[in-house]
């Protein structure tokens, strides 16, 4: 748990979110400002900052959150039209919340520009 951080505050249910998903390693709820029809953030309840402070051993719960987030394309009916999935790194990977998240986007043709990032 990080004091500053919106997304343990939401994890902690002192911030306000669509939850779309929870168990006991994840949650995964409706970005705010979504970049595309469906835009799910799926986030690990254990704070970490960035994409580069994972460890070797984090490998199997990483392996996870993408299997939740093909269940979350499955119930969002995405998995037969496509998605993508986004983790942004780092400032100059366009991070704006430091707590890793993988985002989910669908439910229209996304640019096919990588460096869009968002893939708005
Ligand atoms: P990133 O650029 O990968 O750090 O993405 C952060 C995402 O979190 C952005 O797409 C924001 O729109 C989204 N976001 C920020 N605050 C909230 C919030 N309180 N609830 C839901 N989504 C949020
Ligand atoms: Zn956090």
């Keep these: 748990m990080s ?20 168990d006991d390693e994840f949650i995964a709820f409706k970005d705010l400002f979504p970049a595309a029809p469906v835009h799910l953030l799926i986030v690990p309840r254990r704070h970490i900052s960035t994409l580069a402070d994972l460890e070797a051993e984090d490998a199997p719960m990483m392996g996870r959150l993408i299997g939740v987030a093909n269940d979350l394309a499955r119930s969002f009916n995405l998995d037969r039209s496509g998605y993508r999935l986004v983790i942004n790194c780092g400032k ?16 229209k043709a996304l640019s096919p520009a990588i460096a869009e990032g968002r893939g708005g």
């Design 3 to 22: 004091a500053d951080c919106i997304f343990c505050r939401i994890i902690n249910k002192e911030s306000e979110a669509e939850i779309v998903y929870e």
């Design 92 to 107: 100059e990977g366009g991070q704006v919340v430091f707590h890793l998240h993988l985002h989910l986007l669908g439910g």
